[in-house]
């Protein structure tokens, strides 16, 4: 028998696409071929492309491009282009890129087989997303550091937001079960996994399609209770009215962190109408101060968009104000980009880029001291880290995240002494802050600290944010 084909993935975007790309390499292991790192090294390159707004989809065609001339310079012979941006512009892709040998779209992975197998030649194989929902029983290798996992728990979406184009090419909400859930959980679990992060495109509305109506509380206590799993994070949440089932348990199920990931867009009420994402600006205010007065110690990540049509001076004044009154644990912030086929893209009011840009500044530049501020609070307390391993920075410290930093998107915590390995949760003393990342020492496993010689413990610090300038 000869050699393993060799395969090397490219997965652009969102966590979403990422766990689509993981189904893929799942498929090419069961099918014999051997994944590479280096491109060039690869006999057939996918790349699975973000098609959601014009960065992303200038990346995703810069990506393919790139990737395309290696037919010349290295050993491809066949370039399959996957996901968002071919399930949205099938026929112009095939037209403008003939170097592309094979198109499948956003919820085709599983055709990556017969295509390997070569049992399949057609170049068009973009399907209908409505057609599939990922399942247990489908092959998926793992991509992340540090034992963590996505649990992708819907496809689809059933908003109307004006500015989006996802339910377009991704479909209506299709729920998996909570039972299908709970199987896939344990085999990650049986792989090494400890932290499981619950994403979709609308996270909260989890099991309104189904005949069972299973709710998002009821998902996440019924893998909290699978064993050897210790987090369960919740992303991607719609800021709607919060049931008290669900803030019960982020408040008090000892494996449900209490970490909420909302994206809110706006807070303005006139902003929120065009987004029409259903609520006003006042609801947003209720809603974060009934998840701080119930969830102690709740870490709280939110994104933002700036410049959409028709934001006034005066309305991003009241973003500006709401994020310095909600103090916001992680915060994203996003320039609009005008999509086709969407409401938002033949609105009137459109805000000069040079505007939109000085606003994304000005936030971020407000969110920067609330960040650190926060952080800071840490020093000199004691926090559960899940540690990842040795860190990209320095190859003599380890690096994790603390319970309140998400994977790849909230920061990192360094630690300067001590030895664990991956995928362990550990205790370690916070000693100090930076804007997004914190530096602790690793607690001994009886809970002891071991100081350098004349090193004082950290004194906890005393902050308060709304009193910052």
């Known amino acids: 028998m000869g050699q393993a084909r060799t395969i090397h993935f490219v997965s652009l975007g969102c966590a979403k696409n990422r766990v689509d790309t993981e189904v893929m390499l799942g498929v090419s292991d069961a099918t014999g071929f051997r994944h590479v790192e280096d491109p060039t090294e690869a006999e057939v390159i996918v790349v699975n492309t973000c098609g959601f707004i014009g960065p992303a989809k200038e990346e995703s065609v810069d990506t393919i491009l790139e990737m395309a001339q290696l ?57 209908n997303p409505a057609e599939y929902t990922m399942r247990a029983t489908d092959p998926r290798v793992l991509t992340q550091r540090g034992h963590s996992a996505y649990l992708k728990i819907a496809e689809g979406c059933n908003r109307s937001c004006s500015f989006c184009t996802i339910p377009s090419f991704r479909g209506k909400q299709r729920s998996r079960s909570i039972a299908d859930l709970v199987r896939e959980t344990e085999q990650l679990v049986a792989r090494g996994v400890v932290e499981v992060c619950l994403i979709s495109q609308d996270t909260i509305a989890y099991g309104r399609d189904l005949e069972e109506r299973p709710t998002l509380a009821q998902l996440a206590s019924a893998l909290a209770e699978v064993d050897g799993l210790r987090w369960v994070r919740l992303h991607y949440l719609y800021p709607e009215s919060l049931t008290k089932e669900l803030v019960d348990v982020l408040a008090h199920h000892p494996k449900v962190l209490p970490y909420i990931d909302m994206p809110l867009q706006h807070a303005a009420t006139n902003m929120l109408r065009r987004m029409k994402r259903g609520h006003g600006g006042k609801r947003l205010y209720e809603l974060v101060d009934k998840l701080r007065k119930n969830v102690p110690d709740l870490v709280f990540r939110s994104s933002f968009i700036v410049g959409h049509p028709g934001e006034t001076e005066e309305e991003f004044q009241e973003l500006l104000d709401f994020v310095t009154w909600a103090e916001f644990d992680h915060l994203g912030v996003f320039l609009y980009s005008p999509e086709e086929n969407t409401p938002s893209g033949t609105m009137s009011g459109e805000v000069p880029e040079k505007v939109a840009k000085a606003r994304h500044r000005k936030l971020m530049r407000a969110q920067r001291p609330i960040s650190r501020a926060k952080l800071k609070a840490r020093i000199g307390t004691e926090i559960e880290v899940l540690v990842d391993g040795v860190s990209d920075e320095h190859e003599f410290l380890l690096e994790g995240r603390w319970w309140g930093q998400a994977p790849e998107v909230d920061g990192k915590i360094y630690l300067a002494n001590g030895d664990a390995a991956p995928g362990e949760i550990r205790k370690a003393l916070v000693t100090a802050a930076a804007d997004y990342d914190l530096v602790a020492d690793l607690l001994t496993p009886e809970g002891e600290w071991l100081a350098p010689p004349g090193t004082r413990r950290p004194r906890k610090r005393k902050v308060q944010l709304r009193t910052l300038a």
């Open 71 to 127: 037919k010349e310079s290295g050993v491809l012979e066949q370039l399959v282009v996957a996901g968002c941006l071919s399930q949205r512009y099938p026929g112009e892709l095939a037209e403008s890129m003939p170097e592309v040998d094979v198109f499948l779209g956003s919820s085709d992975m599983l055709k990556l087989g017969p295509i390997l197998e070569k049992k399949r030649t057609e170049r068009m194989q973009v399907g």
